[in-house]
Structure formats: structure tokens, C-alpha cells
């Protein structure tokens, strides 16, 4: 009954144990053996997670295809619905706080600066079925024809390590709050010796004031809307000001890239509570805002390469916040395989390849492999030679113009596209020291 109930590899991260102590915890463990016992429940929605193609009896298949035929129950997609409202979403939610972290460790590279892990928070969209349960929910969006267009989403806001890519903490729920209002619950997963990096959306009076309470620093792109008043001027260029109540040092730079397709200038203010220009000058700060752009990729992986721009599975609320939590968790066990492997072979996680290691794990499941460990941990595996046999080049600077990639005209946004092969860019920053208003 138990053998289906596994993730190939993966199931060393997320052991056996861990998913049956979640269980307790949540009161979810059977009283009778069922044919679909909690266990095997929670390892199907984990593998839901690399299968996006798939159905859950589709799923299913996928988990017992390596066992015995005698030896695996027969089941339904009802009988697995069943399953799932049987479970409920508290157990998901407990294996994703147990698995949820900076997946780094002190020399781990890239993760930190200055001595403090480089974290950032962001917000996106997550299409769900066009249930009437879930539009009384979410509601639906607008346009300019109708009063309700597309699918109903959900508001999924993460704070991400830069470093790994892994995610902290994550909250969701409709999209009518704001991302900066649901963000502030991640400020409990905030700690001391993080510097969080914001964009101009999360730069309002509330979250600074949370993130600032919570001990953690940040550095955040500040919005046209705020005009600071100058209290002291810094060799380094920066400026002491004051916003929203706290002290911050204010670094306004001009950027510009020039490529072979032209160039553009932009000006920005940064502001930060890190105020000694000793220790953390402008013009580093500067460059460090680009890692905020890490937290981009991390929702890139998981709607583009994990889910293939589709729409969730399940057409209830609790349904959504189940497989939701699963999603992430999934996510959150590839990451915790690439940073071993990166950690035991000294790579930069940047190099290793998210893609080449979701395919070794859909691999793994098929094939019912390297379930359980054997007397000797081996740290890299499967997955992880499938990642350092073919490290990624280093990291280039995002440079690509925004489009819409939604499966729109194929022709509409043609002059958008930019061939990188030939694409040679260099990047000039200039501190401006004295105009600090917009």
C-alpha cells in the first residue's frame, strides 16, 4: 500500500519520516489502512508538482509504473480526489514550513554580502479554473471590452534567497489587498543579518516600517512619490535622509546599458538602513540591486519550467491552496538538491541548471530510483551529476526588453526580440550627488 507513496531521489530530502511526523502533527494520520493511505496522498501532490502535463490518475501512473503490477492498488480519479479532501491542506502546509529556507550555507557563493544573506520579496500571478467557487473567491480581471476577462489568479508573494534561488517563506491569497499589504506576513521569516531587496512596488510607509521592525535591512528602489528631505551629505555620493519614519542613507545613480542594439539611461534612488559608507558604499550597493532580479527567475522556473504557463489543477479553494503549497515544496526540493550539489563541489548554484535537474527528477519518479539511501550519503546523486555535467555559463546581466509572453499574436511583440547570441553590452553607473527629487 505504501510502495507508490515515494519521489525517486528526492525522497532522501523529504523522508519517509518527515512526511509520517507532519502527519501526526496535523492529525491527519488514518485509522484503518486505506487503499490510498495520507502518506502516499502527500508524495502524489509532490509529484503533481514535476508532471504539469499530467492529471492526477495520469500522476499516478507515473509513481508505480517501475512496481510490481500485482502489488499496486487500483485507483480511480475519484478515489484519489477522495484522497486529497481526506488529507486537507494543513499537512502540505507543514512539509512546505519544514522545507522552506535559504538552502545555503556560510560559503555557499553568491548567497551573501557584506556578511548578510541577500534576500528579496516579490509578488505574482498564479492562473487557477474558471470555477464559480473560485471566481466568488478571487474574482475575476478587466479589460477595456468586458467586465470580467481570463482566468481568476492568485496573488503568490515569496521572499527568495538570491544566492540559491530557494524560497524563505511564501504567503497567497487574492489579488485585491496588494502585493505590499499580503507581503508583510513574510516579515516573520525575516531575520537580522538579511538585506532585503525591494522594488519601488514594496517601497510604501507599511512594509518598510515591518521590515525594518523585524531587524533585517533593506535596500529598495524608491518610487517618484517620495521626496525626502537631505539631512547630511557622503563622501561616497549617498545622502542621510529620512523615509517613512526611519533613518536611510539615499543613493541616486544614473544607469546606462548600451548594446548593439543602442543604448538607454535610467535614474533610480536606492535607499537603505545600512548607513555607514565605510562598510557598504554606493556605488556597491548599486550593483548589488541587480540581484533582485533573482526572485524573477524564481517565478520563471516555477510557472514556465515547473507548470508550462498552465492553470492549476483544482477547481476549489482548498484544493488551490493544497496544490499550491505542493508546488512550492516541489520547487523547494529540486533547489535543496542543486545547493548539495553546488556545496559538496564548490559550484556557484547560478551555474547549475534548474531545467537539467527537473528532468533528472521526473526521470527519478519514473523509474522508482534511488528511493532510499544507502549505508554511504551520496550528496551529489543522480540529479546533481546531471546538473555539474553541464554547468551553465556565468551569469549575464538582464538585458532583454519586457514583453508579454502570454500566448497572444505571435506577430504582435516580433520587434521585441533581440538575437543574444550577438548581443555585446556594457553597463555604466554614475552616483549623482545632488539632485535627490525625481
Known amino acids: 500500500m505504501f510502495a507508490p507513496g515515494h519521489l525517486g531521489e528526492r525522497t532522501r530530502i523529504a523522508p519517509f519520516e518527515m512526511v509520517d511526523a ?14 490510498l493511505p495520507a502518506r502516499v496522498v502527500v508524495y502524489v501532490l509532490l509529484a503533481a508538482g514535476l508532471f504539469e502535463k499530467c492529471g492526477y490518475p495520469a500522476v499516478w501512473r507515473k509513481l508505480t509504473g517501475a512496481l510490481s503490477r ?9 478515489t484519489l480526489w477522495h484522497a486529497r479532501c481526506r488529507l486537507g491542506t494543513r499537512p502540505m502546509r507543514a512539509l512546505f514550513d519544514l522545507l522552506r529556507g535559504p538552502a545555503s550555507t556560510i560559503r555557499t557563493a553568491g548567497a ?6 541577500v534576500v528579496a520579496v516579490d509578488g505574482t500571478h498564479l492562473d487557477v479554473a474558471d470555477a464559480e467557487a473560485v471566481r466568488a473567491k478571487l474574482g475575476k480581471g478587466a479589460n477595456q471590452y468586458t467586465s470580467a476577462s481570463g482566468y481568476p489568479q492568485v496573488l503568490l508573494v515569496a521572499l527568495v534567497a538570491c544566492g540559491t534561488r530557494a524560497v524563505i517563506d511564501a504567503v497567497f491569497g487574492p489579488g485585491k489587498p496588494g502585493e505590499s499589504i499580503l507581503g508583510r506576513r513574510l516579515t516573520r521569516s525575516m531575520q ?3 538585506l532585503v531587496l525591494l522594488d519601488s512596488g514594496f517601497a510604501t510607509t507599511g512594509f518598510l516600517n515591518a521590515t525594518a521592525a523585524s531587524g533585517a535591512h533593506f535596500l529598495a528602489r524608491l518610487s517618484t512619490h517620495w521626496k525626502p528631505p537631505v539631512l547630511a551629505h557622503y563622501p561616497d555620493g549617498s545622502l542621510l535622509s529620512r523615509i517613512a519614519g526611519i533613518e536611510v542613507r539615499i543613493a541616486a545613480c544614473e544607469i546606462t546599458i548600451t548594446t548593439s542594439q543602442g543604448h538607454r539611461t ?10 555607514d559608507p565605510r562598510q557598504h558604499p554606493a556605488f556597491e550597493l548599486v550593483k548589488l540591486y541587480h540581484e533582485r532580479w533573482e526572485v524573477e527567475s524564481t517565478y520563471y522556473e516555477i510557472k514556465k519550467t515547473m507548470l508550462g504557463r498552465r492553470v492549476l489543477r483544482s477547481r476549489t479553494w482548498p484544493g488551490i491552496t493544497q496544490e499550491i503549497y505542493a508546488l512550492l ?13 553546488a556545496h ?4 556557484d548554484p547560478d551555474r547549475c541548471s534548474f531545467t537539467a535537474a527537473l528532468n533528472m527528477a521526473r526521470d527519478q519518479v519514473s523509474r522508482a530510483a534511488n528511493v532510499t539511501a544507502g549505508t554511504v550519503i551520496d550528496l551529489v546523486g543522480a540529479i546533481g551529476r546531471a546538473v555539474i555535467d553541464r554547468p551553465m555559463p556565468n551569469r549575464r546581466l538582464r538585458l532583454s526588453p519586457r514583453a508579454v509572453k502570454r500566448p497572444l499574436s505571435r506577430y504582435a511583440h516580433k520587434s521585441l526580440k533581440v538575437d543574444r547570441r550577438t548581443l555585446k553590452a556594457t553597463t555604466s553607473i554614475n552616483i549623482l550627488t545632488t539632485p535627490i527629487s525625481p
Open 329 to 341: 515544496s516541489t520547487y523547494q526540493l529540486i533547489r535543496i538538491a542543486i545547493s548539495d550539489v
Open 70 to 78: 500485482s502489488s499496486v492498488p487500483r485507483v480511480t480519479a475519484t
Open 112 to 117: 551573501r554580502w557584506a556578511g548578510m544573506l
Open 266 to 275: 535610467g535614474v533610480y534612488r536606492l535607499a537603505t538602513t545600512l548607513l
Open 192 to 194: 537580522p543579518d538579511m
Open 22 to 35: 507532519v502527519l501526526a502533527e496535523c492529525g491527519a494520520v488514518e485509522k484503518r489502512i486505506r487503499r
Open 344 to 347: 559538496a563541489t564548490g559550484t
